[in-house]
């Protein structure tokens, strides 16, 4: 995550939950909080980190979670991932994903759809390694968008 942010961790904090008549409920509740450790210092990252900071800490902690409880369940789905994220950060992105994709591909039922904008993410993942084409929605000359295949090593 950039040069200054070792890690991230989800720190869950035990709350006191009061029912609507405000006496104390018997079942527990629990703050989450997304932190992050920088120069060994643990910090909430709320208010203290960058929208692409931000972006990132979503995929990773969205990955940890599918890679905890979807362990059957072999579809990631990533949305724009690099919106809002510097050039250096969208290679790391795409190289770890490259090494998830690595690691999965002994699972039968693995997929990782990838939605972006940005066809250098696709090249820094070295996509090529894994897929022969990709689908590239563009619109024609009647402004209709249309779906088109395209061969995975024609990436510029």
């Known amino acids: 995550m950039g040069n200054d942010v070792e890690s991230i961790m989800i720190r869950a904090d035990p709350g006191a939950s009061k029912s609507r008549a405000g006496t104390l409920k018997t079942r527990r509740s629990y703050n989450y909080r997304v932190v992050m450790v920088k120069n060994g210092v643990e910090l909430d990252m709320r208010g203290r980190c960058s929208a692409g900071q931000k972006v990132l800490a979503s995929i990773i902690i969205r990955l940890a979670l599918a890679e905890c409880f979807g362990l059957n369940f072999g579809m990631i789905t990533l949305d724009e991932p690099t919106t ?7 290679e790391s992105l795409a190289k770890a994903l490259n090494k998830i994709i690595e690691m999965r591909s002994v699972q039968s039922n693995f997929q990782l759809i990838v939605i972006t904008h940005d066809e ?3 090249r820094y993942m070295n996509a090529v390694e894994f897929t022969d084409h990709y689908f590239k929605v563009v619109r024609d000359e009647r402004l209709h968008s ?4 395209v061969k995975i090593n024609t990436l510029e």
């Open 84 to 90: 809002n994220l510097d050039e250096e950060n969208i």
């Open 120 to 122: 250098k993410f696709l």
């Open 146 to 149: 249309t779906i088109n295949k």
